[in-house]
């Protein structure tokens, strides 16, 4: 004990007590403790059940895939693929369409340049913007409608490109304005400006020259624009020291790969799923359809998610590193979204500031109410997704306007009823059932109206 006590360097009441405690702790392996699934316990690492979710779903979809295959046989067909873009390999009247829309920029740039001279006045100005922007919309509509050796899918790649451009001139206008109004008020520094804003340089970025207005008015500046990913104008951009290599072979071999497995995807999997979906929908079979609706809405949903990365996260970084544009938030964390409107203001950030620059602050700014301009908001994107969808087809059923336009009530509902998890899973079910209800009825008026008479 006096061994014990030289070596721990205890009294002899502490060696006692330590005695005491080690006796009684063999005994003792019980304490005051909540179970882990219990929402008292604090627990929140569920890695492994997120492991076996994973596992869970590739081997369900593994299941399908095969059963997919057994069904139907390989059904991939890389020539259909070129059929979807041309009717007559002498007749390109998409890509035409597309090479045309520099008529569109350059009128915009040499208004502007009018404008920064004083040529025009801005009355003037204005009213050659707004016919300039009406034909953006305008004539590859008409073009779409009555060039028939024009395919559905050129039409949504061609009209997808104009519309992309009508919001960047838009914008182009605004800024222009902006930047204007403010050299006529005898600003003292234009590149502080709201619509010229002063770019923090990063430790290690190059040195660049800043442009002042109306020097931002050439050829090489607006096609900067046009060509990055961004429909926001502003003078100066923020931009990336240098061009990563492997950064940008990385996003081309996504891009490359995920286009191959989208295609195969429909193909294989979603073309014969929306056919054998024709029948119950004819018959007006409700079971049959709710079947039909779900079955679609696994395939669907995947491609989706796989567009969605395809677009937002490999090409759009690809152009970013390309044109060594700084600003890469092309999204946010929208699968967390616990309302409707956080998903629809986090999906698609490049969308989601132009309208608040150019659409949704204007408004506030003239006196409308919050819900008045998000309305408004949500009523242009369901133009548009009209507009991409109706036009190409040849056919107008408003699926994808009601659709939009149903997300203000659904939005108002996950908000003022569903909170945390409900309203992300609510979130969820919006998107996952929501857009194979639209293919459905897009599919069924399609085939009802090319094909119903035959059939």
Known sequence: KTEQEHKFKMSPYKMN???????????????????????????SNYRGILNWCVVMLVLSNARLFLE?????????????VVSLFLKDPYSWPAACLIIVSNVFILAALYTERRLAVGTISET?????????????????????????????????????????????????????????????????????SYSCPNVARSNGSAVQTHVSYPGNLTHRDMYYFVFAPTLCYQLNFPRSSRIRKRFLMRRLLEMLFL??????????????TIQN????????????????????????HLIWLIFFYWFFHSSLNFMAELLQFGDREFYRDWWNSETVTYFWANWNIPVHKWCLRHFYKPMLRKGTNKFLAQSAVFLVSAFFHEYLVSIPL????????????????LALFVSRFLNGNYGNAA????????QPVAVLMYVHDYYVLHYGSSA
């Open 259 to 272: 286009m191959q497995l989208l295609v195969g995807l429909i193909q294989q999997w979603m073309v014969p």
């Open 68 to 80: 997919n295959i057994i069904k139907y046989g390989i059904l991939v067909d890389p020539i259909q």
């Open 394 to 409: 040849r056919m107008f059923r408003l699926w994808a306007f009601m659709g939009m336009m149903a997300q203000v009530p």
């Open 17 to 43: 007590n330590y005695f005491k405690c080690s006796h009684v702790c063999l005994y003792s392996c019980h304490a005051v403790q909540e179970s882990l699934l219990s929402s008292a316990s604090g627990f």
């Open 277 to 300: 979906s024709m029948k119950p929908f004819q018959e007006m079979d409700f079971s049959r359809m709710v079947e039909r609706l779900l079955k679609l809405a696994v395939p669907n």
């Open 124 to 192: 003037t100005g204005l009213i050659l913007h707004i016919f300039n922007l009406s034909c953006i919309l305008v004539i590859p509509a008409a073009t779409a409608l009555t060039v028939t050796s024009m395919t559905s899918v050129g039409g949504v790649i061609s009209l997808g490109i104009y519309t992309v451009l009508f919001l960047k001139l838009y914008s182009y206008k605004d800024a222009n304005r902006w930047c204007r109004e403010i050299r006529q008020a005898k600003a003292k520094r234009l590149t502080r």
């Open 427 to 434: 979130v969820w079910i919006s998107l996952i059932i929501g």
